[in-house]
């Protein structure tokens, strides 16, 4: 199984809306509205704030909302602040009964 | 809550085998309710999943990425509560940090993970 492409780098100054496709394939992204994001922090263990494509826990900033379309899911940042500097995963349930995570990206803010 | 805290040795020879342990609090590793998985992440690279095992009872059913399936085992001691993770004949692109992470029955999130160990190889 390949990794779900994503764009290295993102950036956007605070304020801003950014967001981040990730992409895949009609066994995994386009099949399943299994798709979860992860933020990790340097140094940190990485930790879920969307799953099901748009679904958010509680105790995550309504700022994150997730989206798919096809076999592209998006990662959308609202009101960009400092603190959301860090790497983002997308993750996929597959056909195979397996996971896939996406080649991630790192948030800037400028 | 759930959990984890992963150990193991920091240092691997190439070609030797690679053992972890992730100790889980919280809940049974046998109660059915999770799968338990192990993932990775090179050095300044992404994530890897590298396989899960669901545990219910006493029997269990493991799933892995297959890139890695020839190498790998994940198994559950659960009279430890604890879960393993072999990784067999590794090499210098087997250094990572290792994480466990937990998958509730019913959704296909990571959650939560432990805070990961650093396993090199070298000779």
């Known amino acids: 199984q390949s990794a779900l492409t994503q764009p290295a780098s993102v950036s956007g100054s605070p304020g801003q809306s950014i967001t981040i496709p990730c992409t895949g394939t009609s066994s995994d992204v386009g099949g399943y509205n299994y798709v979860s994001w992860y933020q990790q922090h340097p140094g940190k263990a990485p930790k879920f704030i969307i799953f099901d494509v748009s679904r958010r826990p509680s105790g995550v900033s309504n700022r994150f909302s997730g989206s798919k379309s096809g076999n592209t899911a998006s990662l959308t940042i609202s009101g960009l602040q400092a603190e959301d500097e860090a790497d983002y995963y997308c993750s996929s349930f597959t056909s195979s009964a397996t996971y896939v995570f996406g080649t991630g990206t790192k948030v800037t803010v400028l | 809550q759930v959990q984890l805290q992963e150990s193991g040795p920091g240092l691997v020879k190439p070609s030797e085998t690679l053992s972890l342990t992730c100790t889980v609090s919280?809940?049974?590793?046998?109660?059915?309710?999770?799968?338990w998985s192990w993932i990775r992440q090179s050095p300044g690279k992404g994530l890897e999943w590298i396989g899960y095992i669901y545990y219910s009872g006493s029997s269990g059913t493991a799933n892995y990425n297959p890139s890695l399936k020839s190498r790998v085992t994940i198994s559950v001691d659960t009279s430890k509560n604890q879960l393993s993770l072999r990784l067999s004949s590794v090499t210098a692109a087997d250094t990572a940090v290792y994480y466990c992470?937990?998958?509730?029955?019913?959704?296909?999130?990571?959650?939560?993970w432990g805070q990961g160990t650093q396993v090199t190889v070298s000779s």
């Open positions: 919280g809940v049974s590793v046998s109660s059915g309710s999770y799968y």
């Open positions: 992470a937990s998958v509730a029955s019913g959704t296909r999130r990571f959650d939560p």
